[in-house]
């Protein structure tokens, strides 16, 4: 059974950092997307970076290219996103997901129901 354990998130003001963690097992081989898509009240789960397992290949939306940086340690089997100059509309909350079947490009290309495994989220509240 494959399990996302997540760690990460809270309140901080805008410009300040967060990191978020996300650490995978049950995997049956070691190729897979992990990343993370956050949710705002009412509307839908909207991805927000990948990366694959096996080549480090990363995905990230358009809102936060050049403030976020995902890296996966492959020992640890663990994802992480550091966020830097957060914004207030960063504030959801951040669901980790994973899936064998993708890419991490896939993430800005297929629904976000597409991926089998998920965490419990963590919230991540930016003040202005």
């Known amino acids: 059974e494959v399990q996302l354990v997540e760690s990460g998130g809270g309140l901080v003001q805008a410009g300040g950092s967060l990191r978020l963690s996300c650490t995978a097992s049950?995997?049956?081989?070691?190729?897979?997307?992990i990343g993370w898509f956050r949710q705002v009240p009412g509307k839908e789960p909207e991805g927000v970076s990948c990366?694959?397992?096996?080549?480090?290949?990363?995905y990230y939306a358009d809102s936060v290219k050049g403030r976020f940086i995902i890296i996966f340690d492959n020992v640890k089997k663990t994802a992480y996103l550091q966020m830097n100059n957060l914004k207030p509309e960063d504030t959801a909350v951040y669901y980790c997901?994973?899936?064998?079947?993708?890419?991490?490009?896939?993430?800005?290309?297929?629904?976000?129901?597409?991926?089998?495994?998920w965490g419990r989220g963590t919230r991540v509240t930016v003040s202005s």
């Open positions: 997901a994973a899936d064998a079947s993708w890419t991490a490009q896939a993430m800005g290309l297929i629904p976000y129901n597409n991926y089998r495994h």
């Open positions: 049950g995997f049956a081989f070691d190729s897979y997307a």
């Open positions: 990366i694959s397992s096996s080549d480090g290949s990363a």
